[in-house]
């Protein structure tokens, strides 16, 4: 078993021709990636804290990727955490960000809204507790803003822009389990939830280091 952060990079870039970082993983663990958390769920997990400096030279990963983990820190930490990756991905390496979209949220008080979104409230709310008194989208909003360490939901033009702070270009928008990079396809964990929920929570942007930076 793997314990040591030193043994657990070292036997990654050993044993990868392609070097993926995985940003805050949690147990979804990916095969083929370096997969990073401030914990340690599984042995092949590289302990580090993505609101910090990255220990990681400049210039060495192809591709990263980050799932439901940006919304967890402030503006300012999720901002730095986009520019360490800048900064190790090589010049045309792409990220790809997944996380809860604030708009869904704004959905879900419309009068004409989906049955899928009705459906996602009564699942919401049925596993809030303490138990709510009536499956209404006000009670999701606040819970989804409040718990589960969340302490910032974006917006699609703010993550952009945080994309843009960083150094990114060519921001693109995707849809679920879906990219035109071989490595981003069928990645996001949708067993999860039931058929439709993460893609109804979700957004997803891709950008890339250009080649050239000024």
């Not at 901002?79 to 704004?106: A, D, H, N, Q």
């Not at 989906?114 to 409230?121: A, G, P, Q, V």
């Not at 994309?163 to 849809?175: A, D, H, T």
Request: net charge negative.
């Amino acid at each position: 078993m793997i314990h040591d952060n030193d043994a657990v990079l070292q036997n990654y870039m050993d044993n990868n021709a392609l070097y993926k970082l995985h940003l805050g993983s949690g147990s979804n663990t990916k095969d083929g990636w370096l997969n990073t958390d401030i914990t340690r769920h599984r042995e092949n997990i590289y302990l580090m804290d993505l609101t910090q400096e990255f220990p990681f030279p400049s210039d060495i990963f192809d591709c990263a990727y980050s799932e439901h983990s940006i919304e967890h820190f402030s503006f300012e930490s999720g901002l730095s955490m986009l520019k360490e990756t800048f900064r190790v991905l090589r010049p045309m390496g792409v990220i790809r960000v997944v996380t809860p979209s604030i708009g869904f949220l704004m959905n879900l008080f419309s009068h004409d809204r989906t049955s899928l979104e009705d459906n996602y409230i009564r699942f919401f709310v049925g596993s809030c507790k303490p138990p709510v008194p009536k499956p209404l989208p006000g009670f999701v909003f606040n819970t989804f803003v409040r718990a589960w360490g969340h302490e910032f939901i974006y917006d699609r033009e703010t993550l952009r822009l945080s994309l843009e702070l960083s150094g990114f270009v060519n921001i693109k928008e995707c849809n679920i389990m879906k990219s035109e990079h071989d490595f981003f396809k069928n990645l996001e964990n949708v067993k999860r939830m039931p058929d439709g929920y993460l893609d109804l929570e979700s957004m997803i942007l891709e950008g890339t280091k250009p080649r050239d930076l000024a």
